[in-house]
């Protein structure tokens, strides 16, 4: 129930769940002292058992009453949880027959990007996903889940050879954007990104993205251009990070700024979709998709059978030209004249 990390708006929480701790402590030791027989029906035992009872009602009456109203800045905090469901949890957690596909035949494997092939429920596709790693070492590999063009470039090759196969193609987004030190400057991040970006919207077959975690900049539209896409409840979708975005307004970046720019940002999944940028919020259990990965595997695999199932209908030439389209109106608007003065 606890953990060495917590959230600072979750305080509240960590003291109930102490609560809760010692009064399961209390009772099993209660129900331990009790003759065998006796112990289940003792009126100590049946008032400690009331007392566990009220107290995770209490909980969960806190945690929903936090999390129906997130502020963008604790709706980041969330996404960066360290123990969030990654790509590979959720590939354990949906798939089976996964064969992991490794390397872009050009300079080398990039472990911030999974690929493979695999079955989700009944449907055959191609998983494409961002992975930040778990341990130090893990995390070090992974750079933090900031892929290298080496790793987009991988991303392509599976999904041209999905297209070959006439095979679906699932994304998973999480990252904080593109890896941008100079090693991978030099061979290309931009380029990489673009040719992702431009391919993507010709591939014959159909596309879902889900942004899992963090959707940071270009380093996730890399993998994310789809005829679906779809946010968890409590994930980001930007052009930029909080962080980055206040120190290039702000000239810093501390809690203050941090917070003014996430809301400024409109990064939130309701934010998003409210501006057309995704299709689909997928809801997550009370308190985070750390709090129960499985409940929200389950959530995340229905949405994606049944976005690939009404997508396999479609023309392969109308998907395309919807694609297209899909992406060429977000950010449009109107302009209205002002009307013309009376004259004189």
């Not at 009790?34 to 112990?39: K, M, V, Y």
Request: proline share 6%; net charge negative.
């Amino acid at each position: 129930m606890s953990s060495f990390y917590r959230l600072e708006f979750e305080k509240p929480v960590l003291e109930l769940e102490k609560r809760i701790e010692a009064s399961e402590a209390r009772l099993n030791e209660a129900a331990a002292t009790n003759p065998p027989g006796e112990g289940t029906g003792s009126p100590e035992v049946e008032s400690l058992r009331a007392e566990v009872d009220r107290l995770r009602q209490d909980r969960h009456k806190l945690l929903s009453d936090l999390y129906s109203d997130l502020s963008p800045w604790n709706t980041v905090r969330v996404a960066r949880h360290p123990l969030r469901p990654q790509t590979r949890d959720y590939i354990d957690m949906i798939c089976r027959d996964f064969a992991e596909l490794h390397g872009d035949r050009r300079f080398g494997d990039d472990p911030a990007l999974v690929t493979g092939f695999a079955r989700i429920g009944p449907i055959k596709c191609m998983v494409i996903g961002h992975q930040k790693g778990r341990d130090t070492q893990e995390k070090l590999a992974c750079h933090f889940g900031c892929a290298h063009p080496e790793g987009y470039r991988k991303a392509l090759l599976k999904m041209e050879l999905a297209e070959k196969f006439n095979v679906p193609i699932v994304t998973l987004v999480d990252t904080p954007g593109a890896y941008p030190g100079l090693g991978a400057e030099q061979r290309g991040q931009a380029e990489a990104i673009a040719v992702n970006m431009r391919e993507m919207s010709r591939l014959r077959v159909p596309i879902v993205s889900v942004v899992i975690g963090e959707g940071g900049s270009g380093g996730a539209l890399g993998i994310a251009v789809a005829d679906r896409v779809a946010m968890l409840q409590c994930s980001w979708y930007s052009v930029i990070s909080p962080e980055g975005c206040a120190a290039i307004l702000w000239k810093e970046a501390n809690e203050q700024t941090n917070s003014a720019a996430a809301k400024a940002l409109k990064l939130t999944a309701r934010d998003n979709l409210e501006l057309g940028i995704v299709d689909d919020v997928i809801p997550e259990p009370v308190g985070g998709a750390h709090r129960d990965p499985k409940i929200t595997a389950e959530n995340l695999r229905q949405w994606i059978v049944s976005r690939v199932q009404q997508l396999k209908q479609i023309d392969p030439d109308v998907l395309v030209q919807n694609r297209y389209e899909r992406f060429r109106k977000l950010g449009q608007y109107t302009e209205q004249a002002e009307a013309a003065g009376n004259p004189g």
